[in-house]
C-alpha cells in the first residue's frame, strides 16, 4: 500500500497521523492499511514483550497502531508471521525460526517490521545500537547483510513517509525525488548511510 497525496515534509508524528488520516479518507476500502492511529492496538501488552525491545521502540508501538498497517513496501509489522495482534507477531518472529533468531541475536537485533520480504530491525535493548533501525537484507544474495536505515524507530517512520509522498508528487521524474529526498535526509541528520540506503530504496520505487 502506497501512501499518497503530500502537502509538503513530514517532520513529526502528529504530522504523519494527520497525513495518513487524511489518505485514509481517500482511500475507504483501504483505510486500516494506511491510517496510522495515536494509539495502542486494542489488547496489546506492553508487559507481555520480552525486555531486550528497547524503549525508544516501545514508546511508539505502545502508543500508535502499527498491526497490518503499511507506509508503501514498509510493513510496520513483523509481516512474514501469522500470528494476530502486535505482541503476537513480535514475540514470533524473533523467537519462531532458530536460524532467524540466531542472526538477529548475534547482532543484537529485533525483528519489528519488513520491508518487502526483508526484515526491518530495531538495536536490541543495552546494545551499541540500541533504538537504531536495520534492514537485514535476506533476499538479494544467500549471505544475509545488515543496512543502517535510521537511528531510531520515529525517524524511520518519518523518512518512509516522506519517500513515498515524493514518489507520488514527482512520479516519474526520478532525479527531482532523489534531490528532494536528500533534503529529508539532511534534516533528519541521517548518515551517509542511512541516506544511501534512502535513495536506493526511491530508484527501486521508481524504476
Not at 497525496?5 to 476500502?29: C, D, H, R, W
Not at 514508546?59 to 513483523?78: A, E, M, R
Not at 514470533?92 to 520480504?117: G, K, T
Amino acid at each position: 500500500m502506497f501512501i499518497t497525496q503530500g502537502n509538503g515534509m513530514i517532520e513529526t508524528m502528529s504530522e504523519l497521523v494527520a497525513y495518513t488520516k487524511k489518505e485514509a479518507e481517500l482511500f475507504p476500502s483501504l483505510a486500516s492499511r494506511i491510517e496510522i492511529k495515536p494509539r495502542g492496538e486494542a489488547g496489546f501488552r506492553l508487559e507481555d514483550i520480552p525486555n531486550v525491545f528497547p524503549d525508544s521502540y516501545l514508546k511508539y508501538v505502545n502508543g500508535f497502531s502499527f498491526f497490518k498497517v503499511s507506509i508503501g513496501p514498509f510493513n510496520l509489522w513483523p509481516s512474514m508471521v501469522v500470528e494476530e495482534g502486535m505482541s503476537n507477531s513480535l514475540i514470533s518472529a524473533n523467537s519462531m525460526v532458530e536460524h532467524w533468531s540466531d542472526f538477529l541475536n548475534s547482532r543484537f537485533l529485533c525483528l519489528v517490521a519488513s520491508f518487502d520480504a526483508d526484515f526491518i530491525c530495531v538495536g536490541m535493548r543495552g546494545s551499541e545500537i540500541e533504538g537504531g533501525v536495520f534492514l537485514v537484507d535476506i533476499t538479494s544474495s544467500p549471505k544475509w547483510r545488515v543496512v543502517d536505515v535510521a537511528s531510531g524507530f520515529e525517524f524511520f517512520l518519518l523518512l518512509a513517509a516522506n519517500l513515498m509522498r515524493l514518489c507520488d508528487e514527482h512520479d516519474g521524474d526520478v532525479a527531482e525525488v532523489l534531490s528532494e529526498m536528500d533534503k529529508v535526509t539532511r534534516k533528519f541528520n541521517c548518515t551517509e548511510a542511512q541516506s544511501s540506503f534512502w535513495r536506493s530504496v526511491a530508484k527501486e520505487l521508481m524504476a
